[in-house]
């Protein structure tokens, strides 16, 4: 298993922009999928956006156009640029990796996959 820690979550205005950062460590960070995930107060978590090792990135709709993944993996590190925030925005976020994109997204991982411990976004109108 990777270990994945979350950053860069705060405070900032409604239209205001955030990098949240997700550092990887413990095994090989290029074989694996990566993904972010969010969950607001009395509210499932729902999946945000994915990456594959190599590039290839998904969105849910509610955060396409404005939300950007990516990816270093010379860093071991990914990446959530939000741009436009929006108060329904504001939530947990969390990080997520596994081998293959497809658990990932369902954000139902297999034993090889972690889960980071999240960084609280909280977007005021």
């Known amino acids: 298993q990777v270990q994945l820690v979350e950053s860069g979550g705060r405070l900032v205005q409604a239209g205001g922009s955030l990098r949240l950062s997700c550092v990887a460590s413990?095994?090989?960070?290029?074989?694996?999928?990566m993904g972010w995930f969010r969950q607001a107060p009395g509210k499932e978590r729902e999946f945000v956006a994915a990456?594959?090792?190599?590039?290839?990135?998904t969105y849910a709709d509610s955060v396409k156009g404005r939300f950007t993944i990516s990816r270093d993996n010379a860093k071991n590190t990914m990446y959530l640029q939000m741009n436009s925030l929006k108060p329904e925005d504001t939530a947990v976020y969390y990080c997520?990796?596994?081998?293959?994109?497809?658990?990932?997204?369902?954000?139902?991982?297999?034993?090889?996959?972690?889960w980071g411990q999240g960084t609280q976004v909280t977007v005021s109108s």
């Open positions: 997520n990796a596994d081998l293959t994109v497809r658990t990932v997204v369902a954000g139902s991982l297999s034993d090889f996959g972690s």
């Open positions: 413990g095994r090989t960070f290029s074989g694996y999928a």
């Open positions: 990456c594959t090792w190599n590039g290839g990135t």
